[in-house]
């Protein structure tokens, strides 16, 4: 699963990917990115030779620092039921050994009670639309320390989201050539319910700026925020948005 970390103050990011390959199981997954990703690099190295619908384990390490945040998998899930009990945990154990923190994002999330998370893992899943709002039901069976909801690709309105036991809120539409349309008033109102109820909210770019940087603007506002008191760096804006690329509907 893509990973909502992006650049926060004082942090440097790193992928680690264990495991490679997926399934769809949802809408969300139409577009799937790390499929997209698989086929561009496929003959150019060795891995990518194996379909990207054979799920393959291959654990490796990593050398990192405290100030280090680290996407999990982010071209497979780490909870795609080809991959065993045992090997989770084998990847549950390396985290559990080092400093950083440590970003999972699965739309799996029923598996996740079924692990005890280190204190230095995010561990958060992705929800497209209202439909698959239990996930956060699952989600909050699992005892890792930090949980996010990343609503992403943002497919449909999720109406009313208690998001009660739940740390951190990343959304975002669709890209890409092949996107999907949405409707800024499915934005609002995760935004609002982030507000009213109290949780930081990430929110990737909507729309394009006349140098075709993605605006991560919202009703002039940026939403950078992150859990455990992390900033975002600072970042500029220019403020022109060209609407010609964008698929908005008000
Ligand atoms: S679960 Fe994530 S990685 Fe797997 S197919 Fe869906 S979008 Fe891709």
């Known amino acids: 699963m893509a990973s909502p970390i992006t650049s926060m103050k004082g942090m440097i990011h790193r992928s680690w990917n264990m495991v490679r390959g997926c399934t769809p199981i949802s809408p969300g997954c139409d577009q799937c990115y790390a499929r997209a990703q698989h086929k ?17 384990f291959m654990p490796s390490n990593i050398s990192i620092g405290h100030n280090y945040i680290i996407s999990v998998n982010g071209i497979s899930d780490t909870l795609h039921p080809d991959i065993t009990d045992q090997q989770v945990q084998f990847m ?68 009313e989201v208690d998001l009660t036991g739940i740390d951190w809120v990343c959304m975002g539409i669709e890209r890409g050539p092949q996107a999907r349309p949405y409707r800024i008033q499915w934005l609002r109102q995760v935004r609002d319910h982030c507000i009213y109820q109290g949780v930081p909210l990430f929110y990737r770019g909507a729309h394009y700026t006349r140098n075709l940087r ?33 698929s908005i509907q008000d």
Request: glycine share 6%; net charge positive.
């Open 40 to 56: 561009a690099m496929y003959s150019e190295r060795e891995h990518y030779l194996i379909p990207f619908s054979e799920v393959t």
């Open 92 to 159: 549950i154990d390396a985290i559990s050994k080092k400093h950083g923190i440590f970003v999972v994002c699965t739309k799996r999330p029923f598996r996740a009670s079924m692990f005890d998370w280190p204190p230095n893992v995010w561990l958060g899943t992705s929800i497209e639309d209202k439909n698959y709002l239990y996930r956060i039901d699952e989600l909050l069976k699992a005892n890792s320390k930090i949980k996010f909801v990343s609503f992403e690709p943002m497919l449909g309105p999720m109406g």
């Open 214 to 246: 993605p605006s991560d603007l919202l009703d002039g506002k940026i939403w950078h925020q992150y859990p455990c008191g992390l900033e975002a760096k600072d970042e500029k804006y220019d403020g022109k948005v060209n609407r010609r690329k964008s």
